[in-house]
């Protein structure tokens, strides 16, 4: 069985709730955004479905753009299993990095 890495599946906001509005959690120093972005390319509306990632211990609003990484997935529901299996896996990947920056020591 896997361990836990950043939370439930059941826990993350369904597709419904990120078509209306941004999803923002954390998990042990690694905070994170879900959200939809459209664009307009060759006159044609692109919906994307972008997860960021950043360190603990600033909202998004006031973290550096240099120090977010992002990317873009497809805007359906498996395109959000993509989202979340990316985050799980930036989170296990630098799992010590996200510690390290907690506000707290535990």
Do not use: C, D
């Amino acid at each position: 069985m896997r361990e836990k890495v950043v939370l439930e599946h059941s826990e993350y906001m369904p597709l419904e709730y990120i078509k209306k509005q941004k999803w923002t959690g954390s998990f042990q120093g690694m905070r994170f955004l879900l959200h939809k972005i459209t664009e307009t390319v060759q006159e044609e509306e692109q919906v994307w479905l972008e997860a960021v990632i950043w360190k603990e211990p600033y909202a998004y609003e006031h973290t550096p753009e240099e120090e977010k990484q992002r990317k873009r997935f497809e805007f359906s529901e498996a395109g959000r299993e993509q989202a979340i299996e990316w985050l799980e896996n930036s989170y296990e990947e630098h799992r010590e990095e996200w510690r390290q920056a907690m506000k707290w020591q535990g």
